[in-house]
């Protein structure tokens, strides 16, 4: 089967509502939207979707973006979700992305606790209040509260 030359995804970015897009099926494009060297994980292994994000998103650090609970996790950065059809990454369906926008539609502040990720959805200014009192998305500090009991 031929590679697509455009897909249909949606786009997740720290502290924003997520937006669906068209996106050139390059590499380089999907590097783009990332920001860097692009991951593939599958939290939904019985949909053939996937999450494409940075690679290097929780050591650079980048901003805190979305808590996947389905694999107690947390993605760092902008990420996409993208159909799968074989090897080859393909358009998201209209249900997929009606399922994916809604999902992650509001942006949240992630709380990383000894034994859970609490996640709470909130609105982008929110977000970005929160974000300037942790003094985060500038590369000093990353939220992770197993560091820092006090808080």
């Given at each position: 089967m031929s590679k697509p030359a455009k897909l249909r995804v949606v786009i997740v970015?720290?502290?924003?509502?997520?937006?669906?897009?068209?996106?050139?099926?390059?590499?380089?494009a999907e590097q783009a939207v990332v920001g860097g060297m692009i991951d593939v994980i599958r939290p939904w292994p019985k949909e053939n979707v996937c999450l494409v994000?940075?690679?290097?998103?929780?050591?650079?650090?980048l901003q805190p973006n979305r808590g996947l609970s389905e694999i107690d996790d947390v993605v760092y950065g902008t990420f996409f979700l993208c159909g799968e059809d074989g090897?080859?990454?393909?358009?998201?369906t209209n249900e997929q992305v009606e399922r994916y926008l809604a999902r992650f539609?509001?942006?949240?502040?992630?709380?990383?606790?000894?034994?859970?990720?609490?996640?709470f959805p909130c609105s982008p200014q929110r977000y970005r209040r929160y974000m300037e009192g942790l003094n985060i998305g500038n590369g000093l500090e990353r939220p992770d509260h197993r560091d820092n009991p006090s808080r």
């Open positions: 970015e720290p502290g924003r509502y997520a937006r669906k897009a068209t996106i050139e099926n390059t590499l380089e994000l940075n690679d290097e998103g929780k050591v650079i650090p090897e080859n990454f393909c358009s998201l539609r509001e942006p949240e502040i992630i709380c990383d606790m000894p034994d859970a990720i609490i996640c």
